[in-house]
Nanobody, 121 residues
Framework: VQLQASGGGFVQAGTSLRLSCAAS????????LGWFRQVPGKEREFVAS????????HYADSVKGRFTISIDTAKSQVYLQMDKLQPEDTARYYC???????????????WGHGTQVTVSS
């Protein structure tokens, strides 16, 4: 399984970024895809998830109303639209997958390599 994240960058507070994750290597029909993030010295934390077939999405309280996760199964891509970015959103963002149709943040089955997001104040 490969989960290739991209789209990170250095932005100013209040602006937006969209992360992408290209998923390959297996059939994901029974899986959910999602995003975690990690700051050095802290635990990796759940950000958002969405079932591969669509449906109920989950978000961390810290990003609700600002981040939106979506999926394009035709392209095997998962996206994280991040609006109103804040300095505390600075982290390395990881794409992940779990055999779960209603994934609310439990440890994933697969991890991808991350992409760095840095938000300046």
């Amino acid at each position: 399984v490969q989960l290739q994240a991209s789209g990170g960058g250095f932005v100013q507070a209040g602006t937006s970024l969209r992360l992408s994750c290209a998923a390959s290597g297996r059939t994901f029909t029974d899986y959910s895809l999602g995003w975690f993030r990690q700051v050095p010295g802290k635990e990796r934390e759940f950000v958002a998830s969405i079932p591969w077939v669509g449906g109920i999405t989950h978000y961390a309280d810290s990003v609700k109303g600002r981040f939106t996760i979506s999926i394009d199964t035709a392209k095997s891509q998962v996206y994280l639209q991040m609006d109103k970015l804040q300095p505390e959103d600075t982290a390395r963002y990881y794409c992940a997958a779990r055999l779960d149709s209603n994934w609310s943040g439990q440890w994933p089955d697969y991890w991808g390599h991350g992409t760095q997001v840095t938000v300046s104040s």
